[in-house]
């Protein structure tokens, strides 16, 4: 029998969650219990308790592997409009991408429409599948529309009377995206009748990367172990490889890298390649090019040379070689990911080169068979001196790259994280966007919830990213946003585009959390079209995932719409980084352990005041990396935004922002806030209770009264903390404990 309730084991951060522990036990508890009532009741009963449920029709749980590709069976009104779509589907070509296509259709249409697709090769009443190209020697009188790769044409025609239904690309890839979409469209009810659709993606790459390493475990993966690797080798069964790639395809993601960046050097060994070609192979049908993280110090780790200085001869040789052996097994291999000089990771500072020197040696091995460099410039010194005013992290980026602009190979992408310290809850766009113009650029996003509640709570992440695409550098004083130039869409660079660290695993739902999944769906539909709106992201999202109940969809979208703010609210407003533990497990409330150490993620809360001096005129000088209409705006305490007061100014805790309140106010209330927000999820959720099928409503529920409980505990933390540190009161008298201790600072200073 199918498990009634999913149960994960306690929830991590133990020290906060004996309550919450057991309250979810009990929740298993009462749920087993009821499962052991179906086990043991009469036939009669299960019989009918199945009549009512199905009878609500509603839409079945998710299965594990299929998230927003469940294709649900519509209601027969719904399904009626689609009564006109053709009985057959013909493919012009039979690449294993095309084939995909087709599967895709006929599994799509049949579990949605209750219809099945014969194959046939007869003009009327037929999905055609192929390339522009191929389409043309099939009709030639369609009229064919401009698509730039991978863009997908959909098109319902007549032409003599006959009725067909086009999907077209000028790639194999393309059309794949084109079923998806349609089949989309299908899910969400839309109409596709005289359907005339052409869309192109915004971006050439739109990679995901995963931190797997080689003995299963995922670095900042919260979804189970690796889908790849398992004791040091590749997996024997790669099934989910394949799922994964199917589910990446769906949003149109033509990249993967399997391992992590902090690269274990033995990917590259002889023997491991032939394990590496299988997990191609899986991805193969579904158009995601495998790719791979690499050790910049291989040469020498892996006993071949003894050196990997990037501008020895015998160290590009040896690039050369071990990429044209890749290229054998792996014809379609996309490239390498770098991570060097960086947390430890080997680098060209070791021979005094520079991140271009390493780049481009690797790019030129790879550059005859089409492959890429995807260089991060998450490049930075962990060892910084935190008494030194004038130290920051965040400048390291640009310090070391903008120098190399245009000293980069036509391969070479710079892989630039969206803000300058590392994915906290808000930062401002990385200045290095703007400071690379005659350099490929991408953005590097991240999808698994390091610093936003390791999927453990909700924070829909696509009004983050939009803010940050969105966000206008202003070069030259013109409409500069972020979006256009890692799309190369500015300075007219051959490529660009998004990374996105996924890191799903093998726990059901891929990311250990059923709606974690709506921020793996929006990196997708972002890097196709950073145009979306959130809400539209989200509306996609919840209609293929959870049916197209108004109530269920306009409850989920609110749900994860607000969820980015909610969870700003109570661990790191005004720009002040996520005051988490840093040193530790990026999840728990720990607002000192940011400081006093070289990591650089300092927020300089003492007991007059809190927040980074980074401006030019008094502090690190950080803010003149931007354009000068941007400096001007965040060096300005008029003109800088109160959600990032805190990363650009230390501003006393009695400093009033534009909304009026005091800083030390506004920290009370957002936790205060933030904390009821968070309990809020709880009771919104619960009005879907027979709206959302049984196994889903069980599973999600216990993760909200988990939510509601770390909001408290968060919160009480925080504003006891800074309670203590400034000795201001909350003017709503919420503080109660007795401080002691700012008094004491004071009295030492
Ligand atoms: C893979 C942060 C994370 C690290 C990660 C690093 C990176 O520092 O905490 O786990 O390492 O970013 O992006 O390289």
């Known amino acids: 029998m199918k498990k009634f309730v999913r149960w994960n084991g306690p929830p991590r ?34 019989i009918a308790i199945f009549c009512s449920v199905g009878s609500l029709a509603l839409p079945a749980a998710e299965s594990d592997t299929d998230a927003w590709l469940r294709y649900s069976a519509l209601d027969a009104s719904s ?41 046939g090769s007869d003009r009327r009443d037929v999905f055609l599948l192929g390339t522009l190209a191929e389409m043309h020697q099939r009709i030639p009188g369609l009229k064919l529309p401009e698509l730039r790769a991978e863009g997908y044409w959909l098109k319902a025609d007549q032409i003599s009377g006959e009725k067909f239904f086009v999907i077209a690309s000028s790639t194999d890839r393309g059309v794949l995206y084109g079923v998806f979409a349609l089949l989309s469209k299908i899910a969400r009810r839309e109409t596709v009748t005289n359907l005339d659709d052409a869309e192109t993606p915004y971006a050439p790459l739109r990679w995901v990367n995963q931190w797997d390493n080689l003995d299963g475990s995922i670095e900042r993966g919260y979804g189970g172990p690796s889908i790849f690797f398992a004791d040091g080798k590749v997996r024997d069964d790669l099934k989910r490889a394949g799922d994964y790639a199917r589910l990446l395809a769906s949003i149109g ?26 997990i191609a192979d899986a991805f193969r049908p579904w158009g995601v090019q495998l790719a791979l993280s690499v050790d910049l110090g291989s040469p020498k780790a892996l006993g071949d040379l003894d050196t990997f200085d990037p501008l020895d001869p015998k160290v590009a040789e040896w690039w050369k070689k071990k990429v044209d052996e890749i290229y054998q ?91 300058p310290i590392d994915f906290q809850v808000r930062e401002p766009a990385s200045p290095l966007f703007a400071g690379v113009p005659h350099t490929n650029e991408g953005i590097e996003l991240q999808i698994t919830q390091e610093y936003t509640g390791q999927q453990r709570q909700l924070c829909f992440l696509v009004p983050m990213w939009k803010e940050v695409l969105d966000f206008d550098m202003r070069i030259g004083n013109e409409a500069t946003p972020v979006k256009e130039l890692v799309a190369g869409r500015v300075f007219h660079r051959p490529l660009g585009g998004f990374a996105g660290v996924a890191n799903v695993g093998m726990d059901a739902n891929w990311l250990g959390s059923p709606l974690a999944m709506a921020n793996l769906y929006g990196f997708g539909r972002l890097a196709w079209n950073p145009n979306l709106s959130a809400e539209t992201i989200i509306e996609e999202w919840t209609r293929q995932t959870f049916g197209n109940d108004p109530l269920v969809v306009h409850t989920i979208d609110a749900m994860q719409l ?109 936790h205060y806030e ?22 889903r409503y069980n599973d999600v529920l216990p993760r909200f009264e988990y939510q509601a409980k770390e909001a408290i505990v968060w919160r009480d933390t925080i504003c006891d903390w800074i309670y203590r540190l400034s000795g201001i009161p909350d003017q709503k008298g919420r503080i109660r404990q007795a401080s002691t201790f700012a008094a004491d600072l004071r009295r030492a200073s």
Not at 253 to 278: E, H, S
Not at 378 to 401: C, E, G, P, S, T
Not at 614 to 621: C, D, E, I, L, N
Not at 639 to 667: A, E, W
Request: with cysteine; aromatic share 10%; net charge neutral.
């Open 562 to 670: 607000s969820s980015w703010h909610t969870y700003e609210n109570y661990t790191g407003p005004l720009g002040t980084g996520t005051l988490t533990f840093i040193t530790g497990n990026h999840y728990d409330p720990a607002p000192e352990s940011s400081e006093r150490n070289g990591w650089g993620q300092w927020h300089r809360a003492d007991h007059n005041g809190i927040g980074m001096d980074r401006t030019m005129a008094t502090g690190t000088g950080f803010i003149g990396q931007y354009p000068p209409a941007v400096q001007k705006m965040y060096e300005s305490l008029d003109t800088c935004p109160d959600n990032l007061l805190l990363f650009f100014h230390h501003v006393p805790y009695t400093y009033v922002l534009h909304s009026g309140k005091t800083v030390i106010q506004y920290i009370y209330d957002s």
């Open 674 to 695: 933030g904390a009821e927000q968070a309990a809020g999820l709880v009771a919104q959720w619960k009005t879907l209770r027979g709206h959302v099928d049984q196994q």
């Open 253 to 278: 993601i033509n990249g993967c890298t399997i391992n992590n960046v902090n690269a274990d050097p033995r990917i590259l060994r002889d023997d491991f390649i032939p394990q590496i070609k299988r």
């Open 79 to 119: 399904a009626k409009q689609y009564d006109q779509l053709p009985t057959r589907v013909e493919v012009l070509d039979d690449s294993p991408v095309l084939k995909s296509a087709q599967h895709e259709l006929i599994e799509g249409i049949s579990r949605m429409l209750g219809r099945t697709l014969r194959a």
């Open 13 to 46: 951060g133990q020290k906060y969650n004996a309550r919450a522990s057991s309250e979810l036990a009990c929740d298993k508890h009462v749920s087993m219990k009821w499962a052991g009532c179906f086990r043991q009741a009469p036939i009669w009963f299960s």
């Open 329 to 419: 097994q792996i014809p379609n291999f996309g490239g390498f990911v770098v991570k060097a000089d960086s947390e430890g990771q080997p680098g060209p500072s070791t021979y005094g080169r520079t991140p271009a020197d390493a780049a481009n040696v690797i790019a030129r091995a790879l550059k005859p068979h089409g492959g890429l460099v995807f260089y991060r410039a998450f490049v930075y010194n962990h060892h910084l001196d935190w008494q030194d005013l004038k130290a920051d992290r965040a400048k390291a980026a640009y310090d070391i790259f903008h120098p190399l602009d245009g000293k980069f190979d036509d391969n070479v992408i710079i892989q630039i994280k969206n803000g």
